[in-house]
């Protein structure tokens, strides 16, 4: 069962953290399980219709023995937390570093979460651990990112 959360944010208050409101060791997560519909319109979108994702039986005889979700439609929830969470709308994302270490599958609960390690007062950006487990709490994406901050 996917449990999504719908935020309208012309009616919710838009919370976001400046440079200034950021702290070593402030983190945020989001939960998300991946449907096939996702997978789908992602391929669409991106134009990723590789056969690890969309064909069963040539994937089955492929190295993860099944399809499997796209890793940039993993890496995208790291975006989704970024630009509504930590540091939330206004978000300006400059650099991310990704290492992909095991597969998510359809109907995974993907975990996301970020942890501020580095805030460049000089140049007022914020540097990020950013990682992604699954249910089973399996490390399936970690890496790095950069981002401006929202001034105001």
Request: charged content about 20%; hydrophobic content about 35%; some cysteine.
């Amino acid at each position: 069962m996917q449990v999504v959360t719908y935020i309208n944010l012309s009616k919710e208050k838009k919370m976001s953290y400046t440079f200034d409101q950021m702290t070593i060791g402030q983190e945020a997560t989001n939960s998300r399980t991946v449907t096939e519909t996702d997978v789908v319109i992602y391929g669409g979108i991106s134009g990723d219709l590789n056969p690890a994702h969309f064909n069963e039986v040539e994937s089955s005889r492929g190295m993860f023995k099944g399809r499997i979700v796209h890793g940039m439609l993993t890496a995208g929830y790291i975006s989704a937390v970024l630009g509504m969470q930590l540091p939330g709308p206004g978000t300006i994302y400059l650099k991310q570093s990704l290492k992909f270490t095991a597969p998510v599958r359809f109907g995974d609960t993907i975990t996301t979460t970020v942890v501020v390690e580095e805030l460049d007062q000089k140049k007022k950006r914020a540097r990020l651990k950013t990682e992604c487990c699954n249910q089973n709490g399996d490390l399936v994406l970690k890496g790095e990112a950069v981002v401006i901050p929202p001034a105001q």
